[in-house]
């Protein structure tokens, strides 16, 4: 018995060396479709004769948007929206298709899409070691229609290319792009306030340059603030929204978006002057600017704005009877209120929102301004964010300097009477008027700083 | 049975052999899809590296060529050029006029490979090189590199002459004694904040990155010896105590030795040699005698021509007429020896010794150097001399009769500092051993004078 298991042990042994055939008759053989691969994303992106309007996103700093042409020789040329001269000036160098991981893009040499991965700070301001989060090799995941997504491999960001036409490649090549850029940004610059306006909510669009990123940001009733934010690059006519990363690939995550109430912004483009936001359904918002910012004031002082002055014998529209009374005693009094001669001075409340804390601070001067001496009265604040409005209660008494006698009414309207804050406009420009509740009659317009 | 059972045995055994007998063809085709199509970079390499030395030189993107954990930004190519001709001319056409040809083509390092970013350490360093295998040298933070910035180019060479050392080490092994010189004082946490330069001098190191290892500190002491130069060397060896100077030029003498020994090398002619290249090629001025005197790198000068250096060097009539005067006799006396002695970058003294078999005094002068703005030198008696008998030996009348037309002299005029030119494969050994002082105003007058450096 013992011996008839030896003998199977010994002939299951002499079958147990029997390979399967390496090559899967369905998939096919790898190799061959490692290199299908690589020749038809070289063949793709050398057979685009306008060349690729392309996005990428960064860990650390936004979307950045390029154009892109590629020669069969391995060579390639660049336009790209970091700086002045990379938006305008051609740059050349090589670029590879390479089995990697995946069949993989590399810029092998410097190009201005390297500046984003460069660990050097004085290249372009990334992070010491990391620069701005991003790669020079990326490996290609899908084609969809006319675009090619790629994956940073390292920091997963995608990297999306989008055939250009003609037309736009001769704009890319020409300038178009930096004159472009430079409208946007003038656009923004000089619409500070700008919104769209969606289901009835006012939405406003803020656009930070530096960081790549937009933002929309909108408050609902009790002064709720809801804002969102997404990277961008610059196009021909405005900018995209730049996917972040291709993680939810699989999902018909073909474009990216910056969700606006209950639609998702995917661009703002410019037509005959004027900019307007296009959803997802190319349905267009037009972009109009508030001269007024579209948060109470509230909420913004302490933060955007540090607080309200007055200069000199000045009053401004919206100043009632008695806020007039109150500030020309500072004013008037500066000359005989005291026991000294001031020719000038001006007056100014000052926000810590930290600490909840406000400043009033009197300045007092004998040399028309020039030079002044600062007393200051300090307060505690409670704010009812619903409602927007301030009570004040004394922190600390008048301190170093002159002024303490001819801030009496100022100080006594800030401790009996709470108080809130509206935007006055007149022509282009903001006032900020603070309204008594105790005290209706009392309205002072002051300026913002 | 048994019988039974062996056959049964022998037929499994014999199975067995052929079980695992693969005889299918190998019909995978194995290839390299990591090809890319070269350009005129490509050709110039090709004809100027990899044809000559068998050098291949990466400047195209590869993450497996750089730690995968760090963020390496590509190079430009053009940087490529400027960077391979720094490596052509200060360091393999050095070898090759020094060691020949074939030294050079059999132990280049094979593989160059670029980038254009420093390599960024967590601790806030940036690695400027590195050498692997005997065979690679990878070369980072091209982007910045400036072929016109002599100094630029200087610390980028400092890299490639020390890595090139680990290859020499990797062929022929560092002697044992010289780990022994230091034994003891090697220190892995060498980026310590503790690891200052004064303190690994103090020690015997050239640099807190000597005490790392045994092989970088060799490899130091050999690139420093060749980039940084001899004056260099053995100023931070003096100035680094007694007892370190002693370590200093221990190791110097085996990574001498060394060289010749295995690779039949003179460690002179390599520093003449690329010294030579910088300051021909790059217009380097670190390595010139004025700079050797601001630096106060010189000890002092002898300047007793009748030395057998006096008769076998080519002395000017202006310098005969004015040392022999003082050297032939002094008031009577035997004139011993002359020297002129540097004690700071603006400060020195002319000492003359005289007297019989039996007796010997001195007599001194302080002088003043000052650089001027064109690089030439003013040569002074100080204003104010020293109180000790030596400066009133100085201020007798019968000495300031044969040394006055010296110290006037010497003051009316400014000099451009020289070294005695010396050449690879002709004289080597004058290599820094002779200060030329010249004098501005009269073209054919010179002062020579033999370089004794500071020692314990």
Same mark, same amino acid.
């Given at each position: 018995m013992k011996r008839i298991f030896y003998l199977i042990l010994l002939v299951l042994l002499a079958f147990s060396c029997t390979k399967p055939k390496g090559v899967d008759v369905l998939i096919g053989d790898p190799t061959e479709r490692v290199a299908d691969t690589l020749a038809y994303l070289k063949k793709t992106l050398v057979d685009a004769p306008d060349g690729w309007k392309a996005y990428l996103s960064t860990a650390y700093s936004g979307g950045y948007g390029f154009y892109m042409k590629f020669d069969q020789d391995d060579r390639m040329k660049m336009i790209a929206d970091l700086t002045d001269e990379s938006s305008s000036a051609v740059k050349e160098s090589t670029y590879r298709i390479r089995q990697i991981m995946n069949a993989t893009l590399s810029f092998d040499t410097y190009n201005y899409i390297t500046m984003l991965e460069d660990p050097n700070p004085d290249v372009y301001g990334g992070q010491a070691g990391k620069g701005m989060g991003s790669d020079v090799e990326f490996d290609y995941i899908k084609t969809v229609g006319d675009s090619l997504f790629f994956e940073g491999r390292k920091f997963k960001k995608a990297l999306v290319l989008v055939k250009a036409t003609n037309t736009e490649s001769k704009e890319y090549l020409n300038k178009g792009y930096s004159n472009a850029i430079k409208s946007t940004n003038e656009f923004f610059t000089n619409n500070q306030n700008s919104y769209i306006e969606v289901d009835g909510l006012k939405y406003q669009v803020s656009i930070n340059s530096g960081t790549k990123e937009v933002g929309a940001m909108t408050i609902l009733p009790g002064n709720k603030v809801v804002s969102t934010t997404t990277n961008f690059y610059y196009t021909l006519d405005g900018f995209g929204c730049a996917m972040d990363s291709l993680a939810s690939f699989g999902k018909a995550n073909v474009v990216s978006k910056l969700k606006v109430g209950k639609i998702n912004i995917v661009r703002i483009g410019e037509e005959d002057g004027k900019y307007f936001a296009i959803d997802e359904n190319n349905k267009k918002y037009e972009i109009k600017n508030s001269i007024q910012p579209l948060v109470p004031l509230h909420l913004l002082i302490g933060s955007k704005y540090v607080g309200v002055y007055l200069d000199y014998k000045v009053l401004l529209p919206g100043t009632s009877t008695d806020g007039t009374t109150i500030i020309n005693r500072y004013f008037n009094g500066l000359a005989n209120g005291t026991p000294y001669y001031f020719n000038c001075g001006y007056f100014s409340l000052q926000w810590d929102k930290n600490n909840n804390r406000i400043n009033l601070v009197g300045a007092t001067s004998q040399?028309?301004?020039?030079?002044?001496?600062?007393?200051?009265?300090?307060?505690?604040?409670?704010?009812?964010?619903?409602?927007?409005?301030?009570?004040?209660?004394?922190?600390s008494e008048a301190a170093g300097g002159y002024a303490a006698a001819i801030l009496d009414q100022l100080d006594d309207f800030l401790i009996n009477s709470s108080f809130k804050l509206e935007f006055v406009v007149d022509g282009s420009n903001v006032y900020a008027k603070m309204v008594g509740i105790e005290r209706p009659n009392v309205q002072m317009t002051f300026d913002l700083f | 049975m048994k019988k039974l059972y062996s056959l049964c045995l022998g037929i499994a055994l014999f199975s067995m052999l052929n079980s695992c007998n693969k005889e299918e063809k190998l019909d995978v085709k194995i290839e390299n899809y990591d090809t890319f199509t070269s350009g005129p970079l490509d050709d110039w390499i090709y004809k100027n590296l990899t044809q000559p030395y068998n050098i291949e030189v990466i400047y195209r993107y590869q993450r497996n060529m750089h730690d995968i954990n760090k963020n390496i930004a590509p190079t430009q190519e053009d940087k490529v050029i400027p960077q391979m001709e720094v490596v052509m001319k200060a360091f393999l056409d050095v070898y090759a006029a020094v060691g020949g040809e074939m030294f050079i083509k059999t132990f280049t390092p094979k593989q160059f490979v670029l980038f254009g970013s420093g390599d960024y350490d967590p601790d806030g360093s940036v690695k400027g090189g590195t050498a692997d295998g005997g065979r690679r040298i990878t070369l980072y933070g091209l982007n910045g590199f400036d072929n016109t910035n002599a100094n630029a180019v200087q610390g980028n060479l400092q890299v490639v002459h020390h890595e090139f050392t680990h290859i020499l080490n990797q062929n022929r092994?560092?002697?044992? +004694?010289?780990?022994?010189?230091?034994?003891?004082?090697?220190?892995?946490?060498? !980026?310590?904040?503790?690891?200052?330069?004064?303190?690994?001098?103090?020690?015997?190191?050239?640099?807190?990155?000597?005490?790392?290892?045994?092989?970088?500190?060799?490899?130091?002491v050999l690139?420093?010896?060749?980039?940084?130069?001899?004056l260099f060397y053995d100023n931070a060896a003096y100035t680094a105590g007694k007892d370190a100077y002693a370590k200093f030029k221990l190791k110097e003498s085996i990574v001498r030795d060394y060289m010749t020994q295995y690779y039949n090398i003179d460690v002179t002619q390599l520093q003449l040699e690329f010294q030579r290249i910088m300051e021909s090629i790059y217009k380097s001025t670190n390595y010139t005698a004025g700079l050797a005197i601001s630096n106060n790198y010189l000890g002092s000068l002898d300047w007793d021509?009748?030395?057998?250096?006096?008769?076998?060097?080519?002395?000017?009539?202006?310098?005969?007429?004015?040392?022999?005067?003082?050297?032939?006799?002094?008031?009577?006396?035997?004139?011993?020896?002359?020297?002129?002695?540097?004690?700071?970058? !603006?400060?020195?003294?002319?000492?003359?010794?005289?007297? +019989?078999? /039996?007796?010997?005094?001195?007599?001194?002068? +302080?002088?003043?150097?000052?650089?001027?703005? +064109?690089?030439?030198?003013?040569?002074?008696?100080?204003? !104010?001399?020293?109180?000790?008998?030596?400066?009133?030996?100085?201020?007798? /009348?019968?000495?300031?009769?044969? !040394?006055?037309p010296l110290i006037d002299y010497l003051g009316s005029t400014t000099f451009t500092m020289n070294w005695k030119n010396a050449e690879i494969n002709k004289n080597p050994n004058d290599y820094l051993q002779y200060l030329i002082m010249k004098d501005n105003k009269d073209p054919n007058a010179t002062i020579f004078g033999k370089v004794n450096l500071r020692k314990y």
């Open positions: 040399s028309n301004c020039n030079s002044v001496w600062n007393t200051t009265i300090g307060y505690n604040y409670t704010l009812d964010e619903e409602t927007g409005i301030f009570k004040l209660t004394k922190r | 092994l560092i002697p044992p +004694d010289y780990e022994q010189v230091c034994k003891g004082d090697y220190l892995a946490d060498w !980026t310590s904040s503790k690891n200052t330069t004064a303190v690994a001098r103090g020690l015997g190191f050239i640099t807190p990155y000597s005490r790392k290892a045994v092989g970088e500190d060799f490899a130091e690139s420093h010896l060749i980039v940084a130069g001899q021509i009748r030395n057998a250096w006096g008769i076998e060097n080519t002395i000017s009539e202006k310098q005969k007429v004015l040392f022999t005067n003082i050297l032939d006799e002094l008031g009577g006396w035997t004139t011993k020896t002359m020297t002129f002695q540097f004690v700071s970058a !603006t400060k020195a003294i002319l000492n003359i010794t005289f007297g +019989d078999k /039996d007796r010997t005094w001195t007599a001194s002068y +302080d002088f003043d150097i000052v650089k001027n703005p +064109d690089n030439s030198f003013k040569i002074s008696k100080s204003a !104010t001399q020293g109180t000790e008998g030596n400066y009133g030996n100085g201020a007798l /009348d019968w000495v300031l009769k044969d !040394t006055q």
